[in-house]
T-cell receptor, first 109, second 117 residues
Framework: SQTIHQWPATLVQPVGSPLSLECTVEGTSNPNLYWYRQAAGRGLQLLFYSVGIGQISSEVPQNLSASRPQDRQFILSSKKLLLSDSGFYLC????????FGPGTRLLVL | AQKVTQAQTEISVVEKEDVTLDCVYETRDTTYYLFWYKQPPSGELVFLIRRNSFDEQNEISGRYSWNFQKSTSSFNFTITASQVVDSAVYFCALSEGPSGGSYIPTFGRGTSLIVHP
C-alpha cells in the first residue's frame, strides 16, 4: 500500500530564516506530487505541483520554491521566511485521486 | 473553469442526528471526478470517496452516503446517526479530465461539522 510522509510535523522559525519541508511517498512510482498551504484552518491553496522529476509548476508567486530531486521526494523551500508564510502545509500525491500527508504546522515569529 | 461551492460554512448537530453536507459544482467538461475529504482536528485530509461523471449511482458506506445528481450539479454527503468522531471539516472537490490524474482538483471552502454529545 502507499504511504506519504511529511516532516517535520511542527516548526517554529524566526522571520528571515530558511525553510525546508520534505515529503516522500512510498509504494508507488511516478506519482504527481503537490504542495498545499492552509491558512486560518480552512481553504486549501495549491502552491506547487510536479508531474515528474525536475518538473515543477508554480501556482502562486511568492518567496517559496519547490524541488523534486527524486521520483518520490518533494521538497518545499524558502530562503527567507515571512510572517505570512505561517500556516499548515500539506503534501499530496496522486495517480487519479489525491492522498494527503499528515501535514506540517509552520509558525513564523 | 471549474468551481465547487459548499454553501454551509458550519453545521452544528447533536449526536445521533442525521446531517447532509451540500456540494454544488460547475464544469464544462463531460468527464470529471468528484471527491469528498474529511479533515479532523489533527489536520490530515482523509479521502472518503471518488465518483466519476458517468456513474450517478448513489454510494453507501456504513453511516455515510453520497447522492450524486448531474441534473442539479450536486454531490451531497449524508451522515446518518452522527457521532462526536464525525466532527471535522469536510471538503468537496472536482477534477476535470479523462483520468483525473494530472489535473488539478478544485476544492470547496469546506464545511465544519460539529457534533455535540
Amino acid at each position: 500500500s502507499q504511504t506519504i510522509h511529511q516532516w517535520p510535523a511542527t516548526l517554529v522559525q524566526p522571520v528571515g530564516s530558511p525553510l525546508s519541508l520534505e515529503c516522500t511517498v512510498e509504494g508507488t512510482s511516478n506519482p504527481n506530487l503537490y504542495w498545499y498551504r492552509q491558512a486560518a484552518g480552512r481553504g486549501l491553496q495549491l502552491l506547487f505541483y510536479s508531474v515528474g522529476i525536475g518538473q515543477i509548476s508554480s501556482e502562486v508567486p511568492q518567496n517559496l520554491s519547490a524541488s523534486r530531486p527524486q521520483d518520490r521526494q518533494f521538497i518545499l523551500s524558502s530562503k527567507k521566511l515571512l510572517l505570512s508564510d505561517s500556516g499548515f502545509y500539506l503534501c499530496a500525491w496522486s495517480r487519479g485521486t489525491q492522498y494527503f500527508g499528515p501535514g506540517t504546522r509552520l509558525l513564523v515569529l | 473553469a471549474q468551481k465547487v461551492t459548499q454553501a454551509q460554512t458550519e453545521i452544528s448537530v447533536v449526536e445521533k442526528e442525521d446531517v447532509t453536507l451540500d456540494c454544488v459544482y460547475e464544469t464544462r467538461d463531460t468527464t470529471y471526478y468528484l471527491f469528498w475529504y474529511k479533515q479532523p482536528p489533527s489536520g490530515e485530509l482523509v479521502f472518503l470517496i471518488r465518483r466519476n461523471s458517468f456513474d450517478e449511482q448513489n454510494e453507501i458506506s456504513g453511516r455515510y452516503s453520497w447522492n450524486f445528481q448531474k441534473s442539479t450539479s450536486s454531490f451531497n454527503f449524508t451522515i446518518t446517526a452522527s457521532q462526536v468522531v464525525d466532527s471535522a471539516v469536510y471538503f468537496c472537490a472536482l477534477s476535470e479530465g479523462p483520468s483525473g490524474g494530472s489535473y488539478i482538483p478544485t476544492f470547496g471552502r469546506g464545511t465544519s461539522l460539529i457534533v455535540h454529545p
